[in-house]
């Protein structure tokens, strides 16, 4: 065989190697990238496949009204975001939810920050679960805890300060398996209300998490607004919210998809949203 044909067989069975591998990226990603979160990042979602949780999710609106969720109680800035200054102004526009950040520092206090640097010493007045949890029960409202720190250490300071007011406002997110695992206990002792499954840090494709969730009788996902969230099944069988909601592109993309709420900031909704071109 000449020269020029072994070359031109070379370049061929690339092409047709290339070619083929791209198709299998194509059309079982979902499937690899199943197969990946399994075997690396231990995401056992078939720890809750086939369970039936019993949740309570009287909070959901029963009359097709969009939820907004005041996120991080209202401001995204550093200075405002989490803090007690955020919620009354939040409260002042009108939010009914409110999501906070709850970090669980070395003093054993479960504190209103984010992450992931370390908060301050804490201080008398500084915002925390205990007291941030009697402001937003007491005026009626709902009090969404996203927690930063390990669910099962952060739960077992959290659970001995629920008060009584708080067990009908307070609405947990849950990241991973084993945090409904340990809600449920919890819920159940409690009479708390159901949580919301929150789609941020999950690794395994977005369907199959989905219909393991929904199966086990969860009604309420939230999801980053750049996740694949069109084409998703059995719409009528939960309640989707989209996060972040805090500028037009994001606003425009949320207004397209089937949502029942969002996560957003005061300063959004006062002074960008008016300048938005949404129809």
């Not at 083929?20 to 979902?30: E, M, R, T």
């Not at 409110?98 to 201080?123: A, N, T």
């Not at 919890?186 to 369907?207: C, D, F, Q, S």
């Not at 099944?233 to 989707?240: H, S």
């Amino acid at each position: 065989m000449k020269r020029s044909n072994k070359i031109n067989c070379i370049f061929s069975f690339i092409f047709i190697f290339i070619f083929f591998a791209g198709l299998s990226i194509v059309f079982c990603k979902p499937m690899l990238r199943d197969v990946l979160s399994y075997t690396i990042y231990k995401e056992e979602w078939e720890l809750i496949k086939g369970r039936k949780f019993n949740f309570d999710y009287s909070w959901m609106s029963s009359n097709n009204e969009k939820i907004r969720i005041a996120h991080a109680l209202g401001f995204a800035n550093a200075d405002m975001r989490n803090s007690f200054e955020g919620y009354v102004k939040a409260k002042r526009a009108g939010f009914k939810f409110y999501e906070v950040d709850l970090w669980l520092d070395e003093q054993g206090i479960v504190r209103c920050h984010h992450g992931p640097d370390l908060p301050s010493i804490f201080k008398i007045g500084d915002c925390s679960f205990s007291t941030i949890q009697e402001k937003v029960c007491s005026d009626g409202n709902y009090l969404v805890l996203d927690i930063k720190t390990d669910f099962a250490s952060t739960m077992r300071i959290i659970e001995p300060q629920l008060l009584l007011i708080s067990k009908r406002c307070i609405i947990f997110q849950l990241y991973k398996p084993s945090d409904f695992l340990i809600f449920e206990i919890v819920a159940e002792k409690h009479n708390l209300l159901g949580p919301i499954y929150t789609y941020y840090l999950t690794r395994r494709n977005i369907k199959t998490v989905f219909d393991i969730v929904v199966s086990s009788g969860v009604k309420a996902i939230t999801a980053p607004i750049s996740a694949n969230l069109s084409g998703l099944k059995e719409r009528d069988k939960f309640f989707l919210l989209a996060h972040p909601i805090d500028d037009c592109e994001s606003y425009r993309d949320a207004s397209n998809l089937s949502l029942n709420g969002i996560y957003t900031t005061v300063d959004f909704l006062e002074n960008k949203l008016p300048k938005c071109d949404v129809q």
